[in-house]
Every structure is written in structure tokens, then in C-alpha cells.
């Protein structure tokens, strides 16, 4: 039974908590910490079993019996907590991205080295069953050598713009999770990046130099190009497709919905909208991160999203912001690291 | 070229003039007749390039120029012009149903033998698209063995009671067509029908005597079972689907629309209602069956759907009336030919 | 925190054990009781933190903690241990069928009269998000009156010839959860039953008296008219759909997949098979319909599925039966209870 | 009754030949030109009851009773042709592209102004049932401000070598219809473009300067980014899809197929695959085309495609190749007109 500790009891963090707790088998949940753990935290502990409640998360690092650590904390202290777990000598669960800043992922990679520790980035959606059959597919050569690449990722809401001001742009806080499904789905590198992007949704986001619509283009190592399209509000709800097209066909994936639900009437043949967001469309894939995670600790196998994968969206999104700016093709290899 | 005199210048009458002017090839209508020959008629044929139109069909079928006649007139008078033209040397391409009378149906046959001429009746929805894929697919044995025949069918609209009345009930009037799809669809005769219907669209259709909702269950003469749903008033539409199902898969249609748009808004996901009606949604499989026939004619060669074929509906269509009234099952052999 | 007893440990009582642990909270597993318990079974229970095991069921009985049990035994022991659990004043999930004779399910009826316990029984589809999603459209009036009611069920497999000589037949064991879900989606009663059926697929199923394919019409009480499809055999995979169609349209639900992937090749456009069976189509509904029997026992409130609606579908598969061995639509008014 | 006179008797002239004898009302081929004018196509004329067969257009322009001309000869004699035309009096329907020489097209615009002459270009695609159906959700305002346009344009199979020499590029060639569909779809005009693209299906297509694989994106006069992704094969059919994504939401269509027909088997859920190509998706849109230039004749008002919409994509095209050649997003005024 390996012991968990999580760093950081907000929505991410709560919801491995339960995963863990309901989903996850052969481990469990020991301490969870919060600079502002209150009451209705503990209480929602006591109900899953949780046996303590810190506010400094340096008493998981200091519990010897706590064999990993998922750090839910805010973006900017995953680096430094990191490798505080890492000197510890624990296993690290770390919520994407691992930094904005390339020099902080470089010392977690250093503190890493030497050390046999398990260290895995939570980019859920490779662990969704929708996205994991576009693999499989293209993996298993059903679609022959991959020529194109398409995904579609859109919010069904704009976030507040107090969220947009620090969340690092929207290609680090919102498109890293497709820069991560363009590598995962083609199992190729990207090698060059042109983003058009514009405030189209809420023109409060341009003045905070933001985007809230955009269409990323990719030349991948191999040849063939990718392509992505956001916006921050689909009106319908969340929208995540995606499709791999190669020499022998394309595999495509749609939304997922609440029920197969089809109503006929004078006005229309009307489906179900997709799941709201996040939330209600990647919940397995939460559990099944974490239960993978959990594996590659009992035996002793790699994990599924090291921190070399977890490090190439960081790039590409960075190299994207700089395609945005400067308005031209940026190749990877401008992005210092 | 072979040259084509239509009797009945009603809907249907001017969908075979138009399905032949502009999409039979090696044929062409020569003349037209109508009791209420007017201007409008005049006109319209004149627009087709049709030379003659008749208030009286006898000139038709004492044109020794025209070599096949479309009998299109109304219901109880097919048999009659049927046997008028088989006498006069005609083709004839008869609408369903040949007759609600039995023994007018026997008489047809017996002009019919010892002459070479063709019959063919108008079951068109065995040159759909989408019925043909399906029966293309028994035939291949992609299903296998039949085991369950199901077809939907369900008019957009009620006709007037004052149609009603003079239907010959829905089996005779709009069955008939799903009777002929279970025997098409199967490749296999029908041994014993059983009906529950109803009035639940307009009570005033009761009191004619007649339903306008219906489940009809067939025991086919190879084992297998076929269920009809019919209902005279679907409000979003023509509904025409079907499924075949055996040892081996399902093969089964859907709707047409007029396109495959679909709107997603915060309302759902909304595709197209069905295609409205019968001359929406089968205006291609008139074309064709008329091709068949003209085809048949140049070449010798046996009819698509010969008198036989256009028998066992009307068999059926008596033998669910009979169930319908005295709640049990029939066996076909019940209904006296 | 609802404490329950499952009596019997094999494939359904260890989906509920599974199901109460992991997915409903409130709950929790005491004990489990099977004749035949094991050591294998003694580690799973472990595994879930199940703390007894008993190979006799009186020993959940008599034991005082325990609040509900869940009978999860051959159906031929439902009723007795259902009255000696209500004796013992337990709440009771009994799983489906209650039993096969009638004059048992009285004396269940009568057991639980006077007391204030909770029984409900085990029709796991009205918790299914699909059927739901069909029941919650007919009850918002989307449909408007219904006038036919639609239900395929065909399993992937056909069952071994040991247990369907042991099953009550098709239409006990297999067709019951449809006929509950034509009572559920419509809101109404069966008035009249006709069943055609054949064995197809296995004629050694017809050698136990009991048949593998069918078609059965119900008349319901509001005139409306409903159709279940079966097989024993669908070698595409369990196939669960449903549509209800009323004056003001229809609604209709399709089979659910592992994934949306569809694969785009030079043979054809391909989607994914249906979930395979029961326990992968309907898992998520096993847990909600313990859920809210848990509730109902928490909040004192009515069970989702009582006696008399565990009833019904059972009365309309005798009659069924019946109407099958006398090819002639049977009242339900004949079935003597 | 418009006269028309079809200059080329290759694919598309005779796929307008048959379109306008079986599909437009008010008009009739009167003549065809093609300098190797041989007897087959003589007697596919004679078929059609086309009067007169030449070598030389010259006699289509200079018989008064003809109407109108439609060019389909090669793309490179199109402008001078146009030109001829004009000068004759006659109407002009000229299939797409005008010209690759943009002063050529020019040379078109001057010979037309002062004239009341009408100048339609073959931009079918407008005139098919699915982008039509877009156009109109968008037009209707049920997507809100445009913020996305995504066009998928798939060739079943890439051009000979020998095509692809003289094809003025896929851009040109291919892509340009989907250039006009962007404008179309969006209502809107193209300010700048980036095109990534490769040779991925056949090395030889790179040999000849060119490509078979891109994906192009353009940002719009109105702030909305738009997206096309290209590829010469797509060994699953004919594959053309579209979307407008905006502020109230999302129109999208789907391929079309042969039929509904979905085949259940073994070995998964088995659609058709989409319609093989131009010839079989586009044929309706190519008889409407004209149908809409015959009756903008007919009643004096002005066609749907005009000169100025024919332009646009041509502009774009070769901001398109100029971006690939530059590798840097190219601003449409830089091409020079």
C-alpha cells in the first residue's frame, strides 16, 4: 500500500484525493496540506479517511511513512516543492506545468539525477480513453505514417481575468494540454511553431496581453503537421476532438456526452451538449494518471509522463507566445534551455 | 427509345412524367391522360415536352407508337386499365397497390400469362439508396442467417379524413410499403401476421374505422420474426429506417436530411429533421424504378418487381386487418386467393 | 454510515461489494455470507475491508449492526431469505427476479406489511444515465402523449444450455429487465401481452422448451403500444437501445462505446462495438441504484423500485409465456396473483 | 429558353452538359466546341440533342442565338476566351480559376465593365446542400460573430505527375476551393496568410516544386482566424468537411456516403465511406450553379458568383505559395493586383 501525501487542497488537489480514495487500488491517502486549511478541508478529509491535515507541507515531507507526494499547489512553487520532495526521498506526482520558467524545470531534472525516484507530470488527458484510442490507433499502424495531426480544444467559459493576469498566457495555462496531445497522439516531437491568435471572447484579455482564440501550426520532426484550435468559450460547452490522419487513414475522436440521448421533435434532431468542462469530461482519466503513477512505484517501471514529456509543451508553448509576438515561424531550437 | 403514355395526371402521375423526362435514360412520355384534363395539366406536359394530353386514356393505349404505360389513375381503377392495356399490347408499370380486390388481382394475372409483355408494380422504396444498401448487404451474407427484420415508418402528417375513408385503411394505404420492405429486405415470404393498432393520433380516424399507430409482428417461412411501427403522424418528420439482424451483424438505416449540418448552441447539439416526405425523401427511387423498367423492356429481362411481388403486401395488408379485428394472429394461408 | 450484509458472493454480490465500497458513500460493506465461501473470496472481501465472511447468511441476520442486507443468492432463495431478513428487521435489496412464483412474492408482500422497512428491487437499468435520460424526456412532456415504446435488448452470448435449462426461460430471465423498462420510460402498465419467439441461434435451447430470438407487443394501459426486441446473440456485442415516440416527437438512446474513435480506412468508416455486456454497459447503474437505496434508508423516503414495481415485470413474463404457448395475445388480467 | 454554348468537351464540360439538359430549367445546350472534337463525343452530344458539335469555338461566338458560354476548356485559355466572349455579347460562366496571371484577369474586368453582361465563376462548392447549409446558419446570425473557420479538403487520390506539372500548385489547384469556402462560409475577406505544407505522399510531387500535404491558416478582415488542412490523399475517399465556430456557438458538416447504411459486426460498427469524389459529391452543386446563372440572366439580376468572389481566392492562393516559399505569414496586399 504505498501512502500518499498532497500538497495543496484545491479543486486538482481534492480531486486526487477522492481518485485516489475511490479509484486508485494499492494506495491511499495519509496528510494533505494547506497554507489555508479551515474546517470544511478537514471535514472533507474525515470523510475520505484522510488521517492528517497540515498547513505546512513540510510535515509530508518530514512523515517517513508517506512513500509520494502530489503537489496540487499554485503553478509557481511546483519546481521548489519538487525538489524539496525529491530530497526527501519521495516519489513526486506534479501537476502540469512543472514551471514557466526553464531554469526551475532544469534544477528538478538536477536534483533528480543520481536519485531512483519516480517523478511524473499530470498530463491527464493521455490517460483518457477517447485520446488513448487515437494512440493505440496510430501506434498500432492503422493509420499508416502520420501526415496530419488536428486538435480542437475549447472552454465552454472564459476564465476571470484576475486568473488570466497570472496564469502565464493562455498558451502555458490552456493549450500546454493540446502541445502534449499533438506529441502524445503522433508519438512525434515538434520542431517549429506558428500561433495567429486574437482577443475575440473578451476583449479585457487583450489589455492584459492575452489571447483568447488562436490556431497553432506545427512541423513535427517527422514531417507531418500539426494543427490546434482554441477558444476560451464554446458556448456549448467543452469541446475537445481531436483527429491523426495518415497514409492509410485518419482515426478521429468526438465529445463525450452525459447520455446518447436523441430528441426528435419539430424544432430539430437534438443531441446531448458535450460534459461542461474539465472536470465532468477527464474524471477516469484523473484516477487512471494516478493509478499508473502508483504502478510504476510498486514496480518499479518507468512512468508514463516523465519530465523530459512533461518539458516539451513548456517549450512548444513558449516558442508559440514568441511565434505570437513577433509574428513569424519560431523553430524549438530558438527556445533556450 | 422507348415511348411511355401515363394515365393519371395526379402528384404521383407528374412525378413519373418528370423522373422520366429528366432522369430515365432510353425513354421518353409521349402522351398524358387525365379525366380533368385542364390548362395547368396542358401546360406543365408542354413544359416536359410531352406531345399529346388526353382527357380519355383509351388514346393512350390506341397509340401503337407507345410501348408501355404508366397507370397512375387512382387505386380501384388499376386493375381494370391494367388488363385494358395488357390486351392492347402495352408494357405496363402499374402503381401499388394493383388492387384492394383479390379476385381483381387474379384477373390480371390471367391477361398477364401467355403474353411476353412486362408488369411491373410500383414498390419504389426497393430502389432507395438506402433500403437497397441494406437488402445489398442480406444478400452478400453479411448478416448471416435472418433472425429480425424491423422497420419504422412514420408519415409526418395525417392524411384528411376524408382520404382516410377511402384508403382502404392504413395497412392497404401506408403499410403496404413496410410489407413489401420485410419481404425485399428478408428475401423471404411472410407466414403469419399479428396487429395491434390503434387511434391515437385523431380519434376521428376510430370512427372511420380505421388506426393511425400500429405494430404489426410477422412470422417469416424461414423462422426469422419482422416488426413494423407505424404511426400516421410524426411530427419532426418522415421517419424510414430499418435493421436487419442475424447470425452474423445488423445492418441498419437511418434518416436523410437535407444536409449533414449540425448547430451546436447553448440550447444542444442539433442536427436536420428527416427529409419531409415521401417525394422529398424518395424522389431518386421513383427515377430509378421507372429505369429499371424501360430498362427491362429494351433488354428482355425480368421486371425488378413483378406481379407476384406485388401480391404478398396486399396479402399481408388483409391478413393484419383480419388480426386487427379479431385479435390473434392470422396465417397467410387464411386469406383466400 | 449504512451498515449492509450481502448474501451471496458470487458475480452480482461482488459487483454490489465492489460498487458499495468504491461508489457510495454513506455506505458500507459489514459482511458477506455464500455457502461456498472461500479463501478467494475471503481476500477480496479483505482487499475491500470487509471485516466478516460467513458461510452461513443467518449470521448477517442476527447480527445487530447491520442495517440492510443485499440479496444477491439464486434466485430461488430471494423470496424465503426476504421474508426472514424483514423478520430480522433489515432493510432489503433484493435482486431480480423476487421469485418466479407468485404466491412466494406475497408472502414477501405480506411480510412487509405493518413494518416501515425499505425494500427494493435490484432493476439496475432505471439508473443507467441512457435510460434515465429516455424517462427524465418522457416525464418533462418532451415527447408529449406516448403511442409507442421501443426496447432492443440482444445479449452478446447466448448462456450455456445448464443455466438456460435453470433460468424460468427468456422472457424470466433475460427480457424481465425490458419489460421493466417499458413500464419505466412510459409511466404506464401492461394491459395485453403478444410474443412471438423462435430458437435461431441455438436448437438446442429449443430442446430445453425455451427460445433465444423474439418479438413481444404490449398494449398499455393508456392505449399506447410497445415492442421489445431480442437475441440471445448479437455477435456485434450487447445491444441496449430504446426510443419512445409520442405526439410531440420522439426520444432515442443508442448503444455507449469504450471510446468515440472512429478509424477512416479503405474499408470503410469503423466506430467501436458496444460495451461488451451487462457488467461493462451497466456498472456505473449497479452503484447509483445502491446509492439511492442507501439514501432512502438515510432520509426515510420511498425506494426508486418497490415491491409492486418489482412485480410487474414479472406478471408480464408469465403472461408473455403464456401467450407464447398459446400463439394468442394474453390479458394481463389473466395472469391469477 | 437561354441558348448555351459550351466551349471544352472534357470532364467538366460534359458534366455541365448533362447537368444543364437533365437538371436546369429554362435553358438547353445549344453547342459544343473542342478542338479534338471526335465521335464519341458527337454521339454523347447527339444523346443529349446538342444541335451542333465544332472544333472551333469561334462558331459558338459567333451564332446570335446563343445566350451565354460556358468555358471549360484549360485553365491557361479561360481569360482570353472570357474575353472573346464578352466581346461577342454574350454571358460568361467561366469554371474556376479566371486565370493564375492576375493582369489577365484584369484584362477580363476591363473587357466587362460597361457591359450588362453577366460573368459567373465555377466556385461550385457554394451551391452544395452542406456549405450551403453553413452559410446560412452563419448568414442567420445562429453562430454569433465569427471567430473560427475550419475547412478539411481531402483528395481520394493525388493528380499524375504529369497533372500536377502544369497544375499552377495545389494551392492553386486544390486548395483554392477551399480559399473560397473560408470567404463564403465567414462572409468575410482574407488579410493575411501562413501556409506550412510538405510532400508526403508522393516524393515526386516535392521534385516538381510542390506539395500534397499543408495546412494554411489566414486571418480574416474581421479579426476571426481561419484554417484549412489539405492533403492530395486520403486512401478513405473524398473528404470535406467544414466549420464555423463563433460567439453563440458552432455549425459543422459532415461527409456525405452512398447511403445510411451501418453494418454491425465482428468486427466493429461499419459506416460507408464518404463519397469518392468531385464527380459524386458535387454533382447536385454543379447543375444548381448554373441553374442560378441562367435565372440571374433570365431575371436581369446579378449572379451569385461574380467576378470580384472569383478573384479573391486567387489572391490568396498565391499569398499562399508565396508563404511557403518564405516560410512567414504574407499580408494580402502584398500581392500585388
Same mark, same amino acid.
Given at each position: 500500500?504505498?501512502?500518499?501525501?498532497? /500538497?495543496g487542497?484545491?479543486?486538482?488537489?481534492r480531486?486526487?484525493?477522492e481518485?485516489? +480514495?475511490?479509484? $486508485?487500488?494499492?494506495?491511499?491517502?495519509?496528510?494533505i496540506?494547506?497554507?489555508?486549511m479551515? *474546517?470544511?478541508?478537514?471535514?472533507?478529509?474525515?470523510?475520505?479517511g484522510? @488521517?492528517s491535515?497540515? +498547513?505546512?507541507y513540510? =510535515?509530508?515531507?518530514?512523515?517517513? *511513512?508517506?512513500?509520494a507526494v502530489?503537489?496540487?499547489?499554485s503553478?509557481? +512553487?511546483?519546481?521548489?516543492?519538487? /525538489?524539496?520532495a525529491?530530497?526527501?526521498?519521495?516519489?513526486v &506526482?506534479?501537476?502540469?506545468?512543472?514551471? =514557466?520558467d526553464?531554469a526551475?524545470?532544469?534544477?528538478v531534472?538536477? @536534483?533528480?539525477?543520481?536519485?531512483?525516484?519516480? &517523478?511524473?507530470?499530470? &498530463?491527464?488527458? !493521455?490517460?483518457?480513453?477517447? &485520446?488513448k484510442? $487515437?494512440?493505440n490507433?496510430?501506434?498500432?499502424?492503422q493509420?499508416?505514417?502520420?501526415?496530419?495531426?488536428?486538435?480542437?480544444?475549447?472552454?465552454?467559459?472564459?476564465?476571470?481575468?484576475?486568473?488570466?493576469r497570472?496564469?502565464?498566457?493562455?498558451?502555458?495555462?490552456?493549450?500546454i494540454?493540446?502541445?502534449?496531445?499533438?506529441?502524445f497522439?503522433?508519438?512525434?516531437?515538434?520542431?517549429?511553431?506558428?500561433? @495567429?491568435?486574437?482577443?475575440? $471572447?473578451?476583449?479585457?484579455?487583450?489589455?492584459?496581453?492575452?489571447?483568447?482564440t488562436?490556431?497553432?501550426?506545427?512541423?513535427?520532426?517527422?514531417?507531418?503537421? @500539426?494543427?490546434?484550435?482554441?477558444?476560451?468559450?464554446?458556448?456549448?460547452?467543452?469541446?475537445? !476532438?481531436?483527429e491523426?490522419?495518415?497514409?492509410?487513414g485518419?482515426?478521429?475522436v468526438?465529445n %463525450?456526452?452525459?447520455s446518447?440521448?436523441?430528441?426528435?421533435?419539430?424544432?430539430?434532431?437534438?443531441?446531448?451538449?458535450?460534459?461542461?468542462?474539465?472536470?465532468?469530461?477527464y474524471?477516469?482519466?484523473?484516477?487512471r494518471?494516478?493509478?499508473?503513477?502508483v504502478? #510504476?512505484?510498486?514496480?518499479d517501471t *518507468?512512468?508514463?509522463?516523465?519530465?523530459? #514529456?512533461?518539458?516539451?509543451?513548456?517549450l512548444?508553448?513558449?516558442?508559440?507566445?514568441?511565434?505570437? %509576438?513577433?509574428? !513569424?515561424? /519560431?523553430?524549438?531550437? *530558438?527556445?533556450?534551455?
Amino acid at each position: 500500500m504505498i501512502k500518499i501525501g498532497i /500538497i495543496g487542497a484545491g479543486r486538482i488537489g481534492r480531486v486526487h484525493g477522492e481518485g485516489v +480514495t475511490y479509484g $486508485v487500488k494499492d494506495a491511499q491517502v495519509k496528510a494533505i496540506a494547506d497554507p489555508f486549511m479551515n *474546517e470544511e478541508i478537514k471535514q472533507w478529509a474525515n470523510g475520505l479517511g484522510i @488521517a492528517s491535515c497540515y +498547513t505546512d507541507y513540510h =510535515q509530508i515531507l518530514e512523515d517517513p *511513512e508517506i512513500d509520494a507526494v502530489m503537489i496540487c499547489s499554485s503553478t509557481d +512553487t511546483h519546481a521548489d516543492i519538487s /525538489i524539496e520532495a525529491i530530497k526527501a526521498g519521495k516519489h513526486v &506526482f506534479c501537476e502540469k506545468p512543472i514551471s =514557466q520558467d526553464l531554469a526551475k524545470i532544469k534544477e528538478v531534472m538536477e @536534483a533528480l539525477k543520481e536519485t531512483k525516484l519516480k &517523478f511524473q507530470v499530470g &498530463f491527464n488527458r !493521455r490517460f483518457d480513453h477517447n &485520446f488513448k484510442a $487515437v494512440r493505440n490507433a496510430v501506434e498500432a499502424g492503422q493509420v499508416g505514417d502520420v501526415h496530419l495531426i488536428r486538435v480542437t480544444a475549447r472552454d465552454p467559459q472564459a476564465p476571470p481575468i484576475e486568473y488570466v493576469r497570472v496564469s502565464g498566457g493562455m498558451f502555458l495555462d490552456m493549450t500546454i494540454h493540446d502541445f502534449d496531445m499533438v506529441c502524445f497522439l503522433s508519438g512525434c516531437k515538434v520542431k517549429e511553431v506558428y500561433a @495567429a491568435g486574437a482577443a475575440l $471572447v473578451n476583449p479585457d484579455i487583450a489589455k492584459e496581453g492575452d489571447i483568447d482564440t488562436a490556431v497553432i501550426t506545427m512541423k513535427m520532426e517527422n514531417g507531418a503537421i @500539426a494543427v490546434i484550435d482554441n477558444s476560451r468559450q464554446a458556448v456549448y460547452g467543452y469541446d475537445q !476532438r481531436a483527429e491523426v490522419f495518415g497514409s492509410k487513414g485518419q482515426v478521429a475522436v468526438a465529445n %463525450d456526452t452525459g447520455s446518447s440521448a436523441v430528441l426528435s421533435t419539430q424544432d430539430g434532431v437534438i443531441g446531448e451538449k458535450p460534459l461542461y468542462f474539465f472536470l465532468e469530461r477527464y474524471m477516469d482519466s484523473f484516477k487512471r494518471e494516478v493509478s499508473e503513477f502508483v504502478q #510504476a512505484i510498486v514496480d518499479d517501471t *518507468e512512468v508514463p509522463v516523465d519530465i523530459e #514529456a512533461g518539458l516539451q509543451p513548456i517549450l512548444i508553448a513558449i516558442a508559440a507566445k514568441k511565434s505570437l %509576438d513577433e509574428n !513569424r515561424p /519560431i523553430q524549438l531550437t *530558438e527556445v533556450q534551455f
